[in-house]
Nanobody, 127 residues
Framework: QVQLMEIGGGLVQPGESLRLSCAAS????????IGWFRQAPGKEREGVSY????????YYADAVKGRFTMPSDKPNHWVFLQMNDLKPEDTGVYYC????????????????????WGRGTQVTVSS
């Protein structure tokens, strides 16, 4: 059974850090590109970051550039999202998603482009 699972959410104060992990079971991520998305209450799901498996490049939403990174190692079953200097507006449910191959660099933040999704993990940033 093909599954993705997010691990590592929680409650943190502004300025603190969290590292999210995305574990794949039932398939290896060797040939898949990975996206991280988030959804805040009452808002649409938005793309946070994307790792292109074919060329190793990463892309980030403007709101998280300079604070979030996807570590560059390429494990077959794990993907990570390092989130630093968290802000209250980063609060939401975070999802990892996978698609075989790669996406056009203008399409990575479109949720419909992805084939596999985790169930999400809650991240709350509050003082």
């Amino acid at each position: 059974q093909v599954q993705l699972m997010e691990i590592g959410g929680g409650l943190v104060q502004p300025g603190e850090s969290l590292r999210l992990s995305c574990a794949a079971s039932g398939f290896a991520l060797d040939f898949h590109s990975i996206g991280w998305f988030r959804q805040a209450p009452g808002k649409e799901r938005e793309g946070v970051s994307y790792y292109s498996r074919s060329d190793g490049r990463t892309y980030y939403a403007d709101a998280v550039k300079g604070r979030f990174t996807m570590p560059s190692d390429k494990p077959n079953h794990w993907v990570f999202l390092q989130m630093n200097d968290l802000k209250p507006e980063d609060t939401g449910v975070y999802y990892c998603a996978a698609v075989r191959g790669q996406l056009d660099h203008n399409a990575w933040n479109r949720s419909r482009e992805y084939s596999y999704w985790g169930r999400g993990t809650q991240v709350t940033v509050s003082s």
